[in-house]
């Protein structure tokens, strides 16, 4: 059997598989136990997508052919690939018309997240603090990194697939509670960042975008990228913030209210 009683507590005599590769059910000596687990403190993260005229994608992307002629690789932040941001006003491409198809649209979104996914108070302002794009080739990465730090001012961040192909290029959103899981009892491989498919994610979820998909998170939210397929992904990242009119008040209403399309 693989459990013993030794000393008044019950071990298990093997890790976690038993002789034919099966879970060892710690309680099947037992009548009148049973045991759910519920995943507590969830992380809101919301996906959609925004299409584009072929228009409006022709005209954004011969405007950004300009900007990748300027760019050097590995020139900015944890990018391997050419990026907007290390340019001069390469972090507000929100300036430009050529975006409104997407910035006006990613606005509302962000705002649906604000007030009905964290519910956070409805006297706000919000703004785009700043939006740059990345350009990948076939393996090229992004490191990990957050969009808020001790002077930024970035509460809510999005990322915008404007070119991807079918393989590569995921962005992996790192658990926060990491160094809490850690003085915990865990999973013998948590420290292998490429099990996918089956048992627990600790440290790292996988997101796996398609083309015009959106993805909104907390900018203080750490993640990645996987190593890019061998298509060109070009991602447009996105900045906002958020205060109250009035710090001393707030309004927090009803829910639900907003016209604009709802994060899925
Ligand atoms: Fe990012």
Redesign the pocket.
């Known amino acids: 059997m693989p459990i013993d009683k030794i000393d008044g507590g019950y071990y298990a005599a093997q890790q976690g598989l038993d002789p034919k590769g099966n879970r060892i059910d710690v309680h099947r000596n037992f009548h009148g136990v049973s045991m759910e687990t519920i995943n507590v403190f969830p992380t809101p993260v919301c996906t959609g997508q925004i299409v584009p005229t072929d228009q409006q994608y022709h005209e954004a992307n011969v405007f950004l052919d300009g900007l990748w002629d300027e760019a050097k690789r590995g020139a900015w932040a944890a990018e391997t690939g050419l990026s907007t941001g290390e340019l001069e006003h390469g972090q507000e491409l929100y300036e430009n018309p050529v975006f409104d198809w997407l910035t006006m649209p990613m606005l509302t979104a962000v705002k649906d997240y604000w007030i009905n996914v964290v519910k956070y108070r409805r006297d706000y302002h919000m703004y785009i603090d700043s939006m740059w794009a990345n350009l990948h080739d076939e393996g090229d990465t992004?490191g990990e990194?957050?969009?808020a730090n001790g002077w930024g001012k970035s509460h809510v961040?999005c990322?915008y697939y404007f070119t991807k192909g079918l393989e590569g290029g995921e962005?992996c959103f790192k658990n926060p509670l990491e160094y809490i899981h850690r003085l915990c009892p865990l999973d013998e491989c948590y420290d292998s960042v490429d099990r996918h498919g089956s048992g627990p994610m600790y440290d790292w979820h996988e997101v796996q975008p398609r083309q015009f998909d959106y993805v909104i998170f907390p900018s203080w939210l750490p993640?990645?990228t996987r190593p890019n397929g061998p298509e060109e992904r070009i991602a447009i990242?996105m900045n906002f913030s958020g205060f109250p009119l009035d710090p001393t008040e707030g309004d927090f209403g009803e829910l639900d209210d907003l016209e604009g399309e709802h994060c899925s």
């Open positions: 992004t990194h957050s969009h961040s990322v962005i993640h990645k990242s």
